[in-house]
Nanobody, 122 residues
């Protein structure tokens, strides 16, 4: 009943920038946490950044100072501004959502987007 749609991926040269967007829709009662994870071939999916409903953010050490996570005023969309991109940032980026749905007992569930490819050339 909840869908996540990512956009903003693509090809970029090293040192360039991209902004990823993730729009959440469906039977959402309350957003708890939204974030971004990434996975490259042969590697496990890893945390990139998260933002809690409180506004608190967490970043992987590898992206601190380069990436910024934010959300809109309606808390339906999360963004990842990626600056100073490096070839090692190349991966499929997945949007992640922790939310309560509008069905009793309003359980908190985890949802994943389909992923968007980010490729950084040297």
């Amino acid at each position: 009943q909840v869908q996540l749609v990512e956009s903003g991926g693509g090809l970029v040269q090293a040192g360039g920038s991209l902004r990823l967007s993730c729009a959440a829709s469906g039977n959402i009662f309350r957003l708890v946490t939204m974030g971004w994870y990434r996975q490259s071939p042969g590697k496990q999916r890893e945390l990139v950044a998260t933002i809690h409903v409180s506004g608190d953010t967490n970043y992987a050490d590898s992206v601190k100072g380069r990436f910024t996570i934010s959300r809109d005023s309606a808390e339906n969309t999360v963004y990842l501004q990626m600056n100073s991109l490096k070839p090692e940032d190349t991966a499929v980026y997945y949007c992640n959502l922790e939310a309560r749905i509008r069905v009793p007992p309003f359980p908190q569930n985890t949802y994943w987007g389909q992923g968007t490819q980010v490729t950084v050339s040297s």
